[in-house]
């Protein structure tokens, strides 16, 4: 186990992204076609292809998830995982035609200091394609990928993972791109929300303040209390190696939300679009109730871990006025 979505078997995550640019695109793949559903719960969300992962359509399984930065130009991303995948002849086979199914989802990175002038069409369709073409079972974490350009109200963001296996040998992880309105620390640290939730040191072993003092449950949030901005966003996907129906998949993305609500506050804003895709490989059995119930709970819990390293493992962007990283000042 490396503490990364790919302890999953047969799940692999790729990157690509752009100092200059300071945003990027995060590629997740499955070896083969994953049963997948979603579930969305900001006021201010943009996604591709996630209608169909509700469990009433007909597609059932999805071959890859594209995150990105970049508003809705960012939604691009997706068709350059797509091309690339069809290029190895992964995807629904009808006819002579191959088609990848690719949702995914974006985050704003527009006002973070990077050149954005890209003229006609914007870099997330090869960013997509190159995040694919170099997917592996091993990753980095920080500023990396659809995490190069998140910021949190204090701290930047990035892109972190966690993963964890049921009493009954189950595996979970969970990777998550962390753009929050809100605050992932207590006040400006060393505490974070999500500590009770630490396996080891994975974000500094800092553990909870004796007691909360009333002032650190005061709104922070980007632009503060006349905030119209949505520089937000937090991405979240969850994957399980059991054998879950659609539903299931859909039931296990809405407890797994609750790892945002342990990690970020506040969270699911007006001005978040947070959400949470969550796939099952579809190689081992769990009971449909308690399985699925234990199962969604310790989602939750790699969820909150993996918000939490994103902002743990950030590096600052270089660029005058840039937020901090959380290690700078702790």
């Known amino acids: 186990m490396k503490n990364l979505l790919t302890d999953i078997a047969g799940v692999r995550v790729g990157h690509a992204d752009d100092a200059q640019l300071a945003s990027g695109v995060t590629a997740i793949l499955f070896d083969r ?15 591709r292809e996630s209608a169909l992962l509700d469990p009433v359509n007909t597609v059932d399984a999805i071959h890859g998830l594209a995150l ?28 002579n035609a191959v088609i990848p199914i690719v949702p995914g989802a974006i985050l704003f990175d527009l006002l ?8 006609r069409f914007p870099p997330y369709r090869d960013l997509g394609y190159a995040a694919a073409a ?7 974490l920080g500023s990396v990928g659809a995490g190069l350009g998140a910021t949190t109200v204090n701290y930047k ?15 979970v992880a969970a990777l998550a791109a962390v753009n929050a309105v809100g605050s992932v620390t207590i006040d400006d ?80 804003a007006p001005l978040d679009g947070d959400i949470v895709f969550a796939a099952a490989t579809g190689e081992k059995p769990i009971d449909p109730l308690v399985g699925l119930t234990e199962l969604g709970m310790i989602a939750g819990n790699v969820i909150a871990r993996a918000i939490a390293r994103g902002v743990y493992e950030a590096t600052a962007l270089p660029f005058a006025g840039a937020l901090p990283a959380f290690r700078d000042r702790n």
């Open 157 to 171: 963001g990035g892109l972190g993972s966690a993963s964890a296996v049921t009493p009954s040998g189950v595996r």
């Open 33 to 47: 076609p994953a049963v997948a559903s979603v579930d969305i719960r900001g006021g201010g969300p943009g996604t």
């Open 112 to 119: 973070n200091g990077g050149d954005k002038a890209w003229g």
């Open 68 to 95: 990105a930065g970049g508003s809705a130009f960012g939604l691009e991303a997706g068709g350059g995982v797509q091309a690339w995948l069809a290029e190895q002849g992964r995807g629904y086979q009808i006819g």
């Open 189 to 268: 640290g060393p505490h974070f929300w999500a500590a009770p939730f630490e396996v080891g040191n994975e974000f500094g072993g800092h553990g909870m303040p004796n007691k909360l003092k009333p002032e650190v449950l005061a709104m922070r949030i980007k632009g503060g209390p006349a905030a119209t901005s949505i520089e937000n966003t937090t991405l979240a996907v969850v994957v399980t190696d059991a054998i879950l129906t659609k539903a299931q998949a859909r039931r296990l993305a809405m407890m797994a939300q609750t790892g945002f609500a342990r990690a970020i506050y506040p969270v699911h």
């Open 134 to 140: 170099g997917a592996s079972d091993d990753f980095k």
